[in-house]
């Protein structure tokens, strides 16, 4: 166990990360301290590290420590912590995966059962370096929970690479999909088969949808996808034209379209073409682009003239992260998460991020000893 809470700062795009240490942070009471094991390298981080839409004015002189799709182990107990949200007892050294942010539980949005949307919940992801609790991001060996950030124990049959990606990736896909209301018989496409993507298409999959369609340009994501549950995929170095891909789509739901498309990849470029992909009726759901800045094209007259919906999805409920770990622990046997990541140590983070930008790794992991 380390005894020196290593964290990788970051400054601006373009910089190399640097390595520095930070206390291990006390536990307040209802809070409790976790030893990071693994943290993945989120969409969203790369986004941050190559500065894409207004990001890229988001300059940290004293940096800024990233991360939050992650799982650890139980490192200290705060005062009244017995338990993790289920019940379950909870000691030193239990696997958990936890909620990344803190809704207050008190405001309008909250209080109407859409903590998903509350606008403190981030709050506990800011904060000055040299002050408690110091690490507030996972590419670090120890974070701190808040009494208000959800946590569960992690059942024995997922290992960590499979439910690390848990409280980011997968409880998005899931609280997106029911926003959406995914159900059995809807035709689905996604867009974009990373992390966020092959959830989805399974996820799809388990609430019945009839045909799952995912589009991707890179081979081991669209098996991937196949594995995860998709029946058809587009290639989109075959179909280079979005008039192609998005006849191919009609052409698979027998001149339609779909009555769901997911955007997955984080780029705006994708949207319109999307929404083109959409039957009457459809559903429209937004999740890949985070940050503003950008804008896409869109005609308002076919979404009122075929009756079509945009949802968008940031964040999500404690419900949704307990839902995304009982899937995981139903599927232990047939999903391929365990080959999905791929190891570097904190220390290589430079090279774990430029890897997963160019493409040659489906997910980089950070591992901490």
């Keep these: 166990m380390s005894e020196v809470n290593r964290a990788a700062l970051f400054f601006e795009p373009g910089r190399a990360f640097e390595i520095a ?27 941050m590290w190559r500065g894409d839409g207004r990001l890229a004015q988001h300059v940290t002189p004293q940096g800024r420590i990233l991360g939050h799709e992650a799982t650890g182990r139980v490192h200290a107990l705060g005062e009244g912590v017995t338990s993790d949200w289920n019940g379950a007892p909870l000691a030193p050294g239990d696997r958990v995966a936890f909620q990344y942010f803190q809704p207050c539980g008190r405001c309008r949005n909250c209080t109407r059962g859409i903590s998903e949307a509350c606008m403190e919940s981030f709050k506990i992801r800011s904060g000055e370096l040299d002050e408690w609790p110091y ?31 848990a409280n980011c990736a997968l409880a998005q896909v899931i609280m997106g999909l029911e926003r959406v209301n995914v ?51 587009i290639d989109f170095r075959e179909l280079g034209d979005s008039r192609q891909r998005i006849a191919a789509v009609k052409d698979l739901t027998g001149g339609l379209g779909a009555d769901v498309v997911v955007e997955l990849v984080g780029s705006v470029e994708v949207i319109n073409e999307g929404l083109r992909m ?37 964040a999500y409920d404690a419900a949704s992260l307990q839902r995304g770990i009982e899937f995981l622990a139903r599927n232990a046997e047939r999903l391929p998460l365990d080959d999905v990541v791929v190891d570097y140590p904190l220390e290589a983070i430079d090279r774990a991020f430029s890897e997963q930008d160019s493409g040659l790794v489906k997910r980089a992991s950070l591992v901490m000893t």
């Excluded at 240490?21 to 993945?40: C, H, M, Y």
């Excluded at 991001?137 to 124990?153: E, I, N, S, V």
């Design 21 to 47: 240490e930070f206390p291990i942070p006390e536990p307040a009471p209802g809070g409790v301290t976790l030893r990071i094991t693994r943290s993945n390298i989120c969409g969203s981080e790369l986004h």
């Design 278 to 314: 959409l039957a009457w009726g459809g559903r429209y759901l937004e999740i890949g682009v985070f940050f503003t800045g950008t804008h896409f094209e869109c005609d308002p007259g076919r979404l009122v003239a075929q009756n079509q919906r945009i949802e968008a999805v940031g």
């Design 135 to 165: 690490t507030r991001g996972t590419f670090a060996d120890y974070l701190y929970l808040h009494p208000r950030q959800a946590l569960f124990k992690v059942p024995e049959n997922v290992t960590d690479t499979m439910v690390v990606s």
């Design 183 to 233: 159900e059995m018989g809807d035709r689905v496409v996604i867009q974009g088969c990373g992390g966020l993507g092959v959830y989805a298409c399974a996820i799809a999959k388990e609430r019945g949808a009839e045909m799952v369609i995912a589009i991707d340009g890179i081979e081991d994501r669209l098996q991937l996808a196949r594995q995860m549950g998709a029946d058809h995929t």
